[in-house]
């Protein structure tokens, strides 16, 4: 593990010379995350499917990041391996300054569990735990307990998440958005640097949804953390700073925040042709061209 694993919430500021010699500090701060030429290949021969062909693109430090993408394009396996969950067939990752591609397991374990935060379309909840012990699951994997202050943000957001009610549930005993919720609360509760979300209003109706989309965009706006998110909603996307958009297992765009509109907009003209001839099985869509990082 780096010693910048504590120092990557405060941006340094990166002092330039000016023409008349004065000092004029520059806030650069460095990507939360980041990947570099990474390719991804499942199968062989006739079979072989190119996931992801050449993505080169950071997750800017405290901001919300939106992937978008046809099915099939590459979003899961890019945040996989971004995640170090996943290992690219060519390419290299980092988190922070923390280089993961090439790491043994154990320590790619450690660095998941102090520095970031997952949201699953599976919502791998622990059956025989119920909601606040999900809850509080990163405190006792991490083998201590929660703060006061920590603890009284676990409040804030289980109040948030209308999850009061429900803490000594098991997940059995929850409905489908009840533990989208419990696992959106564990994955915020240790307010980690970076929080990884794949379809995290997947299974909500849309007033939970705003709920937990306003969340994920008041924990990059006011705490500082950098959210990515996988996400087919315009309307999801549109919560955003920044949308990145994938086809063919490529960025084919990389915009400012948008309107639910204009994202739909794009994600339509970027429809995959009719008869497509990819030799891939990768599908080819109008926009596909790369983006440089
Ligand atoms: N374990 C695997 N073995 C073989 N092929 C895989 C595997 N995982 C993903 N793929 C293929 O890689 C490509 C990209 O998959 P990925 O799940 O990253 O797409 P996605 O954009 O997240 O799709 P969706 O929006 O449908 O979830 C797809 O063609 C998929 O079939």
């Not at 204009?262 to 009719?274: D, G, N, S, T, V």
Request: aromatic share 4%.
């Amino acid at each position: 593990m780096d010693a910048g694993a504590t120092a990557d919430r405060c941006p340094r500021r990166r002092v330039i010379p000016s023409v008349a010699g004065m000092l004029i500090g520059q806030s650069a701060p460095r990507p939360a995350a980041r990947v570099q030429q990474l390719t991804k290949t499942y199968g062989s021969g006739e079979g072989m499917v190119h996931a992801l062909a050449g993505v080169s693109v950071s997750i800017r430090r405290g901001e919300f990041t939106a992937i978008m993408g046809p099915s099939g394009s590459g979003k899961s396996t890019l945040m996989h391996i971004m995640a170090g969950l996943d290992a690219p067939s060519s390419g290299q990752a980092w988190i922070g300054d923390t280089k993961i591609t090439g790491r043994s397991d154990t320590e790619l374990t450690v660095l998941r569990r102090r520095r970031i935060g997952f949201v699953f379309q599976a919502f791998n909840l622990v059956p025989t735990l119920d909601a606040l012990g999900n809850i509080l699951l990163p405190f006792d994997l991490d083998g201590r307990r929660p703060t006061d202050a920590e603890r009284t943000r676990v409040d804030r957001l289980i109040s948030a998440l209308g999850l009061s009610g429900r803490l000594r549930h098991r997940p059995h005993q929850l409905s489908g958005g009840q533990q989208q919720r419990v696992a959106i609360a564990r994955a915020l509760a240790t307010a980690p640097d970076l929080v990884f979300a794949d379809e995290p209003t997947g299974n909500l109706d849309s007033r939970s949804s705003r709920q937990v989309l306003g969340l994920l965009a008041v924990a990059s706006r006011e705490g500082g953390q950098s959210i990515a998110m996988v996400t087919h909603d315009p309307i999801a996307a549109a919560y955003a700073d920044r949308v990145l958009f994938l086809g063919d297992g490529r960025i084919v765009a990389d915009k400012p925040r948008q309107t639910a509109e204009q994202i739909a907009a794009f994600l339509l003209a970027a429809e995959p042709a009719p008869e497509t001839g990819s030799a891939t099985g990768a599908t080819t869509t109008a926009a596909t061209q790369q983006v440089p990082a």
